[in-house]
């Protein structure tokens, strides 16, 4: 086998990795953010915190466009347009 046969195999595979890991990540975080959801909830509950919506508006204002700008960023960089990407991040997603 010479090295122009294994491209196609590498072009295919390495999406499909990536995929796999971004998707490991995605959940792993959404599950980070949901146990800090609920300690807030808890705190707050308890009047360990008190948090008011004003407070609330004005920090996800000040880290929301860097958030999405962040994001952006990746999403240019993901080839989020491969089916084998997409499967491998459902995959990550679903078994990670």
Do not use: C, H, Q
Request: without cysteine; aromatic residues 12%.
């Amino acid at each position: 086998m010479s090295v122009s046969d294994l491209a196609w195999v590498f072009s295919l595979i390495a999406p499909f990795i990536i995929g796999l890991l971004v998707g490991l990540i995605v959940k792993r975080t959404f599950k980070l953010m949901i146990i800090a959801i609920a300690l807030i909830i808890v705190l707050a509950a308890t009047g360990y915190i008190s948090l008011t919506f004003t407070e609330i508006y004005d920090k996800a204002m000040a880290f929301l466009p860097r958030i999405v700008n962040t994001g952006m960023a990746i999403g240019d960089v993901l080839p989020y347009s491969s089916t084998a990407f997409l499967i491998g991040l459902a995959l990550g997603i679903w078994k990670g």
